[in-house]
């Protein structure tokens, strides 16, 4: 178990560039997450993958932003055109099914957009 | 809908003292998960107890320890024997059985006094 990791640490990045993050999750969990927290908020949930299958987005996560498993192992979050606005700490976490199954996080990305 | 709430934004204790985090949340469902995270300054969130609904006793994990009161709908996290190393900010989080959504709340920021 080598734990969720995250990449690129930080990116900093001008307004209107579009940006990728990467998120490599525990190898044997079919559950993967994406969440975003701006400072002194807790974890907003933005997608859900049950293996490569997209199940649910937030309404959080305008047409700007797409995100992708393909085979069910890593995931990458794509914002098209950012805005000062998506600047926050993005965090990828995976999980097993169950309720009591809790999430495992990365260490996330840290996106500034100036 | 969903929620959950954290009504201490900071909280101090003096090292090798006690304290309550306190959490309470919101929903009509009679099955659900609830857990506790902390985020040191580093950034990652790190898991530290889950509670499920139907559970009769409290959940524990070493010094962390789990104040499930359902009629109440709380589930406060108790530190006991507090150590420099606690001083983070601590989540609450929520997720309903037979859905995949972890609802977070806006956590408390303890801070351990030598």
């Known amino acids: 178990d080598t734990g969720v990791s995250q990449n690129p640490r930080h990116k900093i990045t001008k307004r209107g560039q579009n940006v990728t993050f990467r998120c490599d999750p525990i190898?044997?969990?079919?559950?993967l997450y994406w969440y975003r927290q701006t400072l002194g908020q807790g974890p907003e949930f933005l997608t859900y993958?049950?293996?490569?299958?997209?199940?649910?987005k937030s309404r959080l996560l305008s047409d700007r932003f797409s995100a992708e498993r393909p085979k069910g192992s890593f995931s990458t979050l794509e914002i098209q055109r950012t805005e000062q606005g998506d600047s926050a700490m993005y965090l990828c976490?995976?999980?097993?099914?169950?309720?009591?199954?809790?999430?495992?996080f990365g260490n996330g990305t840290r996106l500034t957009v100036t | 809908a969903q929620k959950i709430t954290q009504t201490q934004p900071g909280m101090f204790v003096q090292e090798k003292e006690a304290v309550t985090l306190d959490c309470t949340y919101d929903?009509?469902?009679?099955?659900?998960?609830l857990f506790w995270y902390k985020q040191p300054s580093s950034g990652e969130m790190i898991f530290l107890i889950y509670?499920?609904?139907?559970?009769?006793q409290n959940a524990t994990e070493g010094r962390y320890s789990l104040n499930f009161q359902k009629a109440r709908k709380s589930a406060n996290l108790v530190i006991s024997a507090s150590q420099l190393g606690d001083s983070a900010m601590y989540f609450c989080?929520?997720?309903?059985?037979?859905?995949?959504?972890?609802?977070f709340g806006t956590g408390t920021r303890l801070k351990v006094l030598a």
């Open positions: 976490a995976s999980s097993l099914s169950g309720t009591g199954s809790p999430l495992h």
């Open positions: 190898s044997e969990h079919n559950r």
């Open positions: 993958f049950q293996n490569e299958a997209q199940l649910e």
């Open positions: 929903t009509s469902d009679q099955s659900y998960g």
């Open positions: 509670q499920g609904s139907y559970d009769e």
């Open positions: 989080a929520m997720r309903l059985s037979g859905t995949y959504k972890y609802i």
